[in-house]
């Protein structure tokens, strides 16, 4: 089997170089900067091993990269379309991003090829797409991502299940064929509700972070611990011990959010008003304020010297586009704090990002700092050297909103430490 991958950032490196180990693979790529980098085997951002593995494609000659669709699509079995799907300010998608690219690929294939989605698009883009190409007899199916930064090759050679919704028997078997090196768990459905499913999914683990952070704050103010009703909670038999039920921070990176927003905008197009779906996306940006208010708090008003333990989106990358610590940063940083700031993936900041001092040594970052806040939960702040590194703080407060320090931070006088749902 020859297939094309259509958009090679996080969800397309990974689906490009995991598929090369079982099929011929040419992933199709228009930034003239990131296809350089890829054709010398390196991926244009963080991923545990992506490099390593796109290296043994190139090697093995069952992975190139191109920018020319004929050569990529003129005698493809399959198109892949992973496009990172953009979002804007207000976590709505910028859909007709990768329909330009998937309209610029799909007249250079075979006639009656099958394309899979597995970019993060509105429910009935498959049958929009069908319209459009039933002239060329294309067949469009649907399989959403399962991205997890930081894991995403092992979550995508080792899925729990694999979700595929086609429309007839030959796009079964072509996709089983594709499918079948990585996971026997597909569950097969028709291509609307694969991509409703990929909604709901994120709603439901979206809806899960507010409830659990809305009872947490609470807990805050009644002597209740969060921690301590999360263990209650999961002990019930119909929640079970792997929900999604943990006191932290907000949800950000607009994976979420997008989806809440599109199953919104859904109700809205069938008039219908989805009270419960648009309360998650409020729940959500009020507790974005939390780190906010308990730094007000802490600092009675006062300028400070602040310290963000992390600044990407999340550990295992050095992803920055809609990272929470860098809202948080911009925010503290027009308060007139001033902002420091350590992370292991990071070397420089891009210039927007001038108001901020990345420094790598924790003693300088800390020295004389007033507060510090935990935003990116990476293992190598676990194994600082806190006994030497809390006495050089002018004040020891240390802002842990899922608590991820707790237990490697040796006791200190004097210091305050503030979690979320933690009773004051």
Not at 111 to 121: A, D, K, W
């Amino acid at each position: 089997m020859k297939v094309a991958v259509l958009g090679l950032w996080h969800l397309g490196c990974v689906t490009a170089a995991c598929a090369a180990r079982h099929f011929d693979v040419v992933g199709i790529e228009f930034d003239p900067e990131a296809l350089v980098s890829l054709r010398n085997g390196r991926a244009p951002l963080s991923e545990p091993g992506l490099d390593e593995l796109i290296q043994s494609g190139l090697r093995a000659h069952r992975l190139r990269f191109t920018d020319d669709v004929r050569d990529a699509c003129n005698d493809a079995d399959l198109l892949w379309v992973t496009c990172d799907t953009p979002v804007d300010e207000d976590d709505r998608s910028d859909i007709e991003y990768v329909l330009r690219q998937v309209r610029q690929c799909v007249p250079a294939l075979r006639h009656g090829t099958l394309v899979l989605i597995s970019s993060q698009l509105p429910v009935g883009t498959c049958r929009q797409l069908e319209n459009e190409f039933k002239a060329g007899g294309y067949r469009f199916a649907c399989s959403p991502e399962n991205l997890r930064l930081g894991s995403a090759i092992e979550n995508f050679t080792q899925p729990d299940r694999v979700i595929v919704g086609h429309r007839d028997a030959r796009s079964r078997e072509e996709l089983q064929r594709l499918l079948t090196p990585f996971t026997s768990e597909i569950i097969w459905i028709r291509p609307e509700s694969a991509e409703m499913a990929k909604h709901s999914i994120n709603a439901f683990l979206a809806l899960s972070i507010c409830f659990m952070n809305e009872i947490a704050r609470i807990c805050e103010a009644t002597g209740a611990d969060a921690k301590e009703v999360e263990r209650a909670l999961k002990s019930e038999r119909r929640i079970g011990p792997r929900a999604y039920l943990a006191p932290g921070g907000a949800f950000a990176g607009g994976t979420l959010a997008r989806d809440i927003v599109t199953l919104s905008d859904l109700g809205d197009e069938n008039r219908d008003t989805l009270e419960l779906i648009r309360a998650i996306k409020r729940s959500n940006d009020h507790h974005r304020e939390w780190a906010l208010h308990k730094i007000a708090g802490m600092l009675a008003g006062k300028r400070g010297r602040i310290v963000l333990l992390g600044l990407t989106y999340k550990p295992g990358t050095n992803t920055l586009r809609r990272s929470a610590a860098i809202e948080l940063a911009r925010a503290l940083s027009k308060l007139g704090h001033e902002i420091c700031a350590i992370d292991p993936s990071l070397e420089q900041l891009p210039p927007e990002l001038g108001f901020l001092h990345l420094i790598a040594d924790a003693e300088v970052a800390v020295d004389g700092a007033d507060a510090l806040i935990v935003c990116t939960e990476w293992p190598e702040f676990r194994r600082l050297d806190w006994p030497a590194l809390l006495p050089r703080m002018r004040s020891v407060q240390v802002i842990d909103a899922a608590r991820f320090l707790e237990k490697f931070l040796p006791p200190y006088a004097g210091m305050k430490y503030i979690s979320v749902g933690s009773p004051s």
